[in-house]
């Protein structure tokens, strides 16, 4: 997959938010355009994250492939528009010039056996315990320079809900997480495609 394809799909996806915020609905004829252009690639994972001057205000995605990309990009940033965490917090339209839209094409999870098999400051992961699961982007380890062993039990502890060293536990999985991003709008700070980041 072309960078400049990601990068189309961020800008896309960049302006299907900008629409939604001030409540307009998007010309169906780009998305027909990168439809096209996806034809045929696999369905991957996918995440939207939102960002206003830098702080999180929306991440919504799919770890599993569950559409084409172009449609699982649209619903993601639709969702994540509206991410509960951020009901107080939504993206208003005086908050635009500083938005950052976000999208992280997600790899298949490798299934690994501990942190030790995770590369620092690249891979993000998916932690599983009794049904429950939780994620942390490729990013997450890279902005807050948590090292491998730490994002494990952090996403045990914060995200699955059970004490942080559970990670040994028999019937616990992680999964090494990889992928790549784009970013558009005009908050973005080093928008673009990136590889080798995650």
Do not use: N
């Amino acid at each position: 997959m072309a960078g400049k394809d990601l990068e189309r799909l961020a800008s896309y996806v960049d302006a299907l938010v900008r629409a939604e915020v001030h409540g307009h609905v998007l010309s169906r004829e780009g998305f027909r355009d990168l439809s096209a252009e996806w034809e045929g690639e696999p369905s991957r994972g996918l995440f939207v994250t939102l960002r206003v001057g830098g702080e999180l205000r929306g991440c919504i995605g799919s770890i599993e492939a569950s559409d084409e990309v172009p449609a699982l990009a649209a619903r993601m940033a639709r969702e994540a528009l509206r991410d509960p965490r951020f009901l107080d917090r939504r993206v208003r339209p005086a908050e635009l010039d500083r938005l950052t839209t976000e999208i992280t094409l997600l790899d298949p999870p490798e299934e690994v056996e501990g942190p030790e098999d995770l590369e620092p400051g690249r891979d993000g992961v998916v932690c599983e315990f009794r049904g429950r699961r939780g994620v942390y982007l490729p990013q997450v380890a890279e902005e807050t320079g948590w090292s491998p062993r730490v994002l494990v039990e952090r996403c045990f502890q914060e995200k699955v809900g059970v004490p942080p060293g559970s990670w040994r536990l028999s019937g616990a999985r992680i999964y090494r997480l990889r992928g790549r991003k784009a970013s558009a709008g005009g908050g973005s700070r080093g928008a673009g495609d990136e590889r080798g980041q995650e």
